[in-house]
Structures are given as C-alpha cells and as structure tokens.
C-alpha cells in the first residue's frame, strides 16, 4: 500500500499520459467539469463465470477454472455464496483533477461478487471495494469475512485499475485475456476507472437475469477502499463526482486519505496507528468522520493470514518479510470496521452521524505519545491495548513494506503477573474496556464476545500466548 507522496507522484504521472494520450490542445479544452451532472451508464452483464471455486482438476489450467483470489472460507456454510461477472461498456476518461479526457472508450473488466445467498439473510447494504493494485495485483484489501458474513452484507471486489487488470489477463489467459480498462492502450494512467467504478455501482443495484446479486434487494450501496484504493476514492469524490450522477450512498476510506469537498454523501474515514503523522487533523462535521485506532497497523496480521494460503495457491508462495522489528500488530482494525460500516449505513440511510472519537496524541515531529509499555496514547482503544498482553504499534521500518506492518511483540510472564497478578484480573480489564468500546460505538457486541472468549485463552503459567481475537 502506498504512501501519500506515491500517490501524489501517481497521479502527476496520470495528467502527463492523460496530456499525451488525447494531444496538449485537446486536454486543455477538456479540462473543464460537466456543467451538468452526467448520467452513469449500465455496463452490460455476464455471468456468473463458470467456476466459483478452486479445483477442477481435468483442467489443462486450473486457474482458469476459478476467480483470482477465489476465497478459502466456507461461504456456503455461512449462507453465501461467491461468483464472478465481467462488466463491459464505454466509459469516460477523467485526469486526477477531474478534466473530462474523452468519452465513450471501450473498456471490459471484472467483479467478485460474495454474498447472501437469500433476501432473508441480506441486509440490504453492498460493500462496494475499489480493489487494492499495490502489490500488483488485486487485493480484497477490506474483505473481513467474520465481520461482513455474520452481519448479512454483500461484499463486492472491482477491478477498475490497469496494473490490476494487466495481471489478472496474465494469470489466466483464457478467463481475462480479453479484459481492458486502458482502452486498447489509449489511457494507461487509470483515466477510465472513476466512471468504471461508478458503472459497477449501477450493475451492482439491478434485479435479475445476469444481475450481480441476482434477485437481492439493495437499499445501500457504500464505495469502501483501502490506502491506494482511498486515494483514488478521494479523487472521484472531489474531482469527478460532482459533475456525474452520485451512485453510491456513501464513502468509507480506510487506512488512507479522505476528500476535502463537502459533498451530500457521507464519508468515512478510519486510520490505523500507521497512518496518523501529524497533529493536524480536518476537523469533524455533519458530513465527516475520522476515528483513529491506537496499536493497529496499515497492514496488520489477520490480513496477512488471510491472504498468505491465497497466494500460494494462486502464485506459488507469499511474500516474506524481514523486518527490523517483529511485524504485524494484532490489534484488529476489522473489529472497528464493523462498527463503522453500522455507522455509514445508518448515516447514509437516515441521517444519523457516527459519534466522535478522540485523535491519538501526537507531538509535534509527527511521532506518536507512548506509555511507558511503548503503546500509543489517545484514539480508539480496544482491549487489545487497553488491556494489552503484548506491544502491538502502528511503526516499523526495514525492506519492502515492513513500515506498514506495525510491530507486535508478546510479554513474556513477569510482565503480565505485573500488569494484572491473576488472569481472572486480565480478563476483568478485557471486559471493562470492551464494554466502553460497546458504550462509546466503536465495536459491536460479536467481537466483544469473541474478545472475552479469547482472554480465557491467555497463559499466566509461562509465556502469552497469542489471543485469538487480535485478528
């Protein structure tokens, strides 16, 4: 996931192609917004694609008998099921400052569909996910399948970027060959992808024959991305949406920048211990949220987990890290997710704001204020650092991405009899602090049941062991 300067760099390459690709003259009369909102149009739907799940083994390729990344949960026992659809259509091009480059430009793409497999179980709202491409490849960055699963919603991946596409068509050529989001190559810079990611909401709250969510009935569609999907969230919600017609009823931006407009549409926006550098904060409003989680990471372990079985099936091995401190805080960003996707949906819905909450402590170098155990001060705080059993923070540093995985680090037996002198004590503090967290709206009741249970679990007779719930 990248940082707000890759970002930047980003789309000051977007302009430069979007400049070359459509000729100087040409770009600067473009870059002018609608004067009127334009209508998003409905991409054409097919599907589901035959092969919903891993293994078909008489397959010349058994990649292209499955969606990338296909899930290893068992959604049919939680009443879901995954499928797969290629949108396709003509889209208009914006650059990073919302000119309008071209309109009409071909594109095909794809979307994963995970969801109820009956009206009865569905709530009604669609997590609609701008797919991840940092790693350079799509990554369902904010599937969390506890916490969607358990509340009925239906979550859905889009792949509106390049590098994401590029990689899918050469992973299997016989399933994505023919996907293309530039173009024919004519918009290389993701020009396309705001109104591809609009077009998707459209197909996505249709009834029906080759509908996504086949016969469910929506009521809320919210746009949620994650780090470099938030940035180019953040540009469709200053630069392009005000000229287009609003699709989405809301927008969560997770671990990465928010928009400046006041628009109609609620946002959201929630930050890991990672990505909160300097005292200076927007303030909140009746159309904005920031809450900021104390001791979690930009990428924290249960991701990482998640994903790891994924990639080795899919590309043979995952990633490995060497990092300068342990990586992977486990303080679960997802259980305040959860609690915030409430929040969006009952704010989109009827107009009901989320409660505030406090800004972690930050000195005025942009470091973060610690206690003498080295966890952050302020910000929400579940009881994974309220009641900790290890050092889990926002920071480290070292190769690749090691900066983003944060640090966790177990205390070994002298430090928790220190803490608490008897774990029946430990697990009191778990309760207490989870109970503020219900009170206060930033967790819901199934984590904090699951948090208690997970404290039964840790060892006062030797060394902690890891506590489930810090996933």
């Excluded at 996931?1 to 473009?30: K, Y």
Aim: proline fraction near 8%.
């Amino acid at each position: 996931m990248v940082s707000l300067v890759t970002m930047a760099r980003v789309m000051v390459a977007g302009l430069v192609v979007s400049g070359l690709a459509t000729g100087p003259a040409d770009a600067d009369a473009r870059r002018t917004p609608r004067s009127a909102p334009a209508p998003v149009s409905v991409p054409t739907v097919e599907g589901p694609i035959p092969g919903s799940a891993p293994g078909d083994p008489s397959s010349p390729d058994v990649r292209d008998t499955y969606p990338w990344m296909s899930t290893n949960v068992n959604l049919a026992a939680r009443g879901y099921v995954e499928q797969e659809f290629y949108l396709s259509g003509t889209a208009d091009a914006y650059n990073a400052t919302g000119g309008l480059l071209a309109t009409d430009v071909p594109y095909r793409t794809r979307i994963i569909v995970r969801r109820p497999a009956h009206q009865a179980t569905f709530n009604g709202t669609v997590l609609a996910e701008w797919q991840n491409v940092t790693a350079g490849y799509d990554l369902d960055a904010l599937w969390s399948p506890s916490q969607i699963t358990r509340s009925g919603y239906a979550w859905v991946g889009i792949s509106a970027q390049r590098v994401g596409v590029g990689q899918l068509r050469g992973w299997s050529p016989a399933r994505y060959g023919d996907l293309d989001v530039t173009g024919g190559g004519r918009f290389t810079a993701d020009e396309l992808s705001y109104d591809i990611f609009s077009q998707a909401a459209k197909a996505i709250r249709t009834r029906g024959g080759t509908a996504p969510l086949d016969r469910l009935k929506v009521d809320t569609v919210l746009a949620i991305g994650a780090s470099q999907s938030a940035g180019r969230m953040t540009v469709y919600y200053d630069a392009v949406l005000p000229q287009i017609e609003s699709v989405f009823d809301g927008f969560a931006t997770i671990v990465g920048p928010a928009p400046t407009r006041a628009g109609s549409e609620p946002v959201f926006q929630v930050l890991s211990e990672t990505d909160v550098r300097s005292p200076v904060r927007p303030a909140d409003s009746d159309r904005f949220r920031r809450w900021e989680v104390a001791g979690a990471a930009h990428s924290g372990w249960a991701g990482q987990e998640y994903r790891r079985p994924l990639l080795v099936r899919d590309l043979g091995s995952a990633p490995e890290y060497n990092c300068d401190q342990p990586p992977f805080s486990r303080v679960p960003l997802s259980h305040v997710l959860a609690a915030a996707y409430e929040h969006l949906t009952r704010w989109a819905e009827h107009g009901v704001a989320p409660p505030t909450a406090p800004p972690l402590l930050v000195n005025p170098d942009g470091t973060k204020v610690r206690d003498e155990l080295g966890l952050a001060q302020g910000g929400i705080r579940l009881s994974q650092v309220a009641a900790p059993t290890a050092l889990n923070t926002g920071d480290n540093s070292g190769e690749s991405f090691c900066r983003l995985f944060g640090t966790h680090v177990p205390f070994d037996q002298t430090r928790l009899k220190q803490l608490y002198r008897l774990q029946a004590l430990y697990v009191a503090a778990v309760a207490k602090a989870d109970a503020d967290n219900l009170r206060k709206g930033y967790l819901l009741p199934a984590d904090a049941a699951q948090n208690l249970k997970d404290a039964t679990t840790v060892d006062f007779g030797g060394r902690a062991s890891p506590r489930l719930g810090e996933s």
